[in-house]
């Protein structure tokens, strides 16, 4: 069988998984293709004619995708912020909209009053780490960052290793901030913020459910953030939630001595937060 003739039959395998999450097909084929044999496009454009190389190998993977595995945890990566981190299967895939976060955080940092010393944070459910790792890769903050799983904490730990930022980055495994002490300028989360009886397509249901589901209405996890960070005297608080989760936000938040601003995502919902705990001291 010819690349190409490979690459037009997995097309139509997994066509109607596609569907479900708007992929492209042929983009697909290419993309499991480029993992299959460990080759770039370009490879592929110029060996179209070419018989494939363990094709019972492949035409594994495109089952894996036909059986709603996400790509990203076939191929064993995920872009974000520009970079390309390590994920696999067990741990949450990073989101575009999670970038703003990222971006909303360092401007917090940024604007922080000059003071002796790097800034602290905090992350709680570091996931992959791609938050932690960012504000590494773009501060000079310290950051120690939590996670109830030890898939996630050794996934983070690796990418941190690849991105060198290993030495700024503690990660610790607790929920919230259980096992670590200390005063914190910035406290960052992206926690599962979903209802359970939310309908999931059948590609997000492969990931972890503890990563997704934030308890019966969403914000449970949401809510206790914003206690610990009131608790632990952060000066700011910084998360993602849900796009209907904004009134239930602006309560706690005002009830907790935090003035808060929110934000969207790209489609224009309500995504997030960052708040400033008005009894910190500064
Ligand atoms: N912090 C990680 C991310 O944003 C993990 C979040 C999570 O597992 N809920 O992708």
Known sequence: MTVNDALKAAASQIAPACEINGANPARVA?????????????????????????????FALVKRFANH????????????????????????????????LVEKSLEILSN??????????????????????????????????????DDALNLARENAAKFGVEDRIEFVKCAYL???YGRFDLLVSN?????????????VLNEPHEALFGGAAGDEILKNIILV??????????????????????????FNGF??????????????FVARNIFANF
């Open 30 to 58: 290419k993309a499991l293709l480029m993992r299959h044999l460990g080759v770039k496009i370009e490879w592929i454009f110029l060996n179209l004619t070419r018989e494939l190389d363990d094709v019972d190998g492949y």
């Open 69 to 100: 595995e996400p790509l990203e945890y076939i191929t064993g990566e995920a872009g974000f912020y520009g970079l390309t981190f390590n994920v696999k299967k067990g741990v949450l895939i990073p989101r575009p909209e999670t970038e703003i």
């Open 112 to 149: 922080l009053p000059a003071q002796k010393g790097s800034p602290l944070v905090a992350e709680i459910g570091a996931g992959s780490g791609i938050i932690s790792i960012c504000l590494a890769l773009n501060s000079n903050a310290k950051i120690i960052a939590s996670d109830i799983s």
């Open 178 to 180: 259980d096992q670590i």
């Open 191 to 203: 926690p599962p913020y979903i209802a359970l009886d939310y309908e999931l397509d059948k590609f």
């Open 229 to 254: 960070a009131k608790n632990r005297g952060v000066k700011y608080l910084a998360c993602e939630m849900g796009y209907d989760q904004r009134e239930s936000m602006q309560n706690a938040l005002k």
């Open 259 to 272: 003035e808060a601003e929110f934000y969207k995502d790209l489609a224009g919902f309500d995504r997030g």
